[in-house]
């Protein structure tokens, strides 16, 4: 297995993560959506029943409501989708306690924030729904998600392959892998990933072995092929892969429970080639099983789903709106300025107040005795400087009227989110490493500054 990157190094740096954050776990499920990333359930010392919202814009977490009839109990090994302002919930469930009449599918409204109760139909009288099961897969495809595999309790390993219809929430049973028919077989623990109008699957655990298959589905000819190539990850279980830009990213996961690793490596859709992904020196990723990764920033949008939302949002064209004023024009500098050492020198997010000359207390005076004049307006600046290289980003409060993080976040660089994970930090905050890859066609927007 070469050694050698087929793309530009990735820069890694940690979030530090305050009070007012979950714990951190493993086994959980994430997702990204507007400009947030949404984290439900998973497993520290016992089986969490949670649902948080992060800002990357703020650095803060929101904990959304996770109780009532509609609300899923205590979950592990499940997935998660977003898919117009809804998160779609399946699978998790710690036992078998589930009929025939119930769907381990839970749906959240995003826009009303709350749990909204859908059970889910069958396409035909002669199809059943899909049990709950654990460590599958699920993508969305135009306005279908991909549920694939998994481990359902006494049976073992799954090979079922069933769609959700969103706009009819109907399942239906994909017959490609039935009668061991071609196709990844029996598989859990496994990751995939979806472009264009293809899902692409990769490894896990088919009863009780490792694998490193790679496989792809395309929903046009509904078949399976094999993706056979020279090179890529080795055996793996508990990865993680997310679709960015013609190329899928895969990172992590080990070929035990107890040999996590912190590998990243990148499947060229276009040359069907992997290539494992250098990093910048000092800039060290952990080593990371059962975690999560989510993309954010315009190359990891996918274009198999519309940002519209059923919940009465209406979607944003960029088109009609003026871009942000962010200057785009930072490229990776030569590695020549680092220290003898190599290092890089990291600030990572900080909130900060920013108040002009003023303090706090004289701001509140001079509110309570205003006299009709404009007082100093008090701004919230996020910084993120990678003091390795020379520019910046800015943007004026007069540009952000109007606007809210979802916007922002239309203009941020692209980064990869890497979300808790085996090992943990006992009794601390969730672990979130972000990582930026320094391409030639997006550089490395290494200082972001945003006031509100």
């Not at 598989?187 to 496989?215: I, N, P, T, V």
């Amino acid at each position: 297995m070469p050694a050698m990157s087929q793309s530009s190094p990735s820069l890694w740096t940690q979030l530090p993560q305050g009070s007012r954050s979950p714990c951190d776990r493993y086994k959980h499920a994430c997702c990204s959506y507007d400009g947030h990333v949404y984290v439900l359930g998973g497993r520290d010392t016992s089986c969490l029943r949670d649902l948080w919202r992060y800002s990357v814009v703020c650095n803060e977490w929101t904990e959304l409501n996770c109780t009532g009839e509609a609300a899923p109990e205590e979950l592990e090994e499940h997935s998660m989708v977003a898919h117009e302002g809804f998160l779609y919930v399946f699978g998790g469930m710690l036992d078998s306690a589930y009929t025939k009449c119930r769907c381990a599918l839970w749906v959240f409204d995003i826009a009303k924030q709350k749990w909204v109760p859908c059970q889910g139909k069958t396409s035909s009288p002669q199809t059943q729904m899909p049990t709950n099961r654990k460590g599958h897969s699920a993508v969305v495809l135009g306005s279908v998600m991909l549920v694939y595999g998994g481990f359902v309790d006494i049976k073992g390993s799954s090979q079922e392959f069933w769609s959700l219809d969103f706009d009819t929430m109907a399942w239906s049973l994909l017959s490609d892998c039935q009668q061991g028919s071609l196709g990844p077989g029996p598989r859990h623990s496994h990751s995939a990933a979806a472009h264009q109008d293809c899902m692409y699957l990769f490894g896990g655990l088919k009863g009780l072995r490792e694998q490193r298959d790679f496989w792809k589905w395309n929903c046009s000819s509904h078949k399976w092929s094999s993706l056979r190539t020279k090179s890529g990850p080795s055996r793996l279980m508990g990865h993680s892969a997310v679709a960015y830009k013609d190329s899928m990213l895969l990172f992590g996961g080990g070929e035990s429970q107890n040999s996590p690793k912190n590998c990243l490596w990148r499947y060229n859709f276009n040359n069907q080639t992997w290539g494992q992904v250098a990093t910048l020196p000092g800039s060290s990723p952990p080593d990371k099983i059962h975690h999560c990764c989510t993309g954010l920033g315009p190359s990891y949008k996918s274009d198999t789903s519309s940002p519209s939302s059923n919940s009465g949002r209406q979607p944003r064209l960029l088109e009609d709106k003026a871009f942000r004023p962010f200057k785009n024009k930072c490229f990776p500098a030569p590695l020549t300025f680092l220290g003898s050492e190599g290092d890089i020198e990291l600030e990572t997010f900080s909130l900060d107040k920013c108040y002009g000359s003023k303090t706090l207390t004289q701001l509140e005076k001079s509110k309570e005795g205003s006299t009709g004049k404009e007082e100093p307006q008090v701004r919230y600046c996020l910084t993120f400087e990678n003091k390795a290289f020379s520019k910046q980003w800015s943007c004026t409060e007069e540009d952000l009227l109007n606007e809210d993080d979802s916007d922002i976040v239309q203009h941020l660089p692209d980064l990869l989110l890497v979300l808790g994970g085996r090992p943990c930090t006992s009794l601390g905050p969730m672990s979130i490493w972000q990582m930026t890859l320094t391409d030639s066609e997006q550089p490395v927007k290494n200082k972001l500054t945003f006031f509100t």
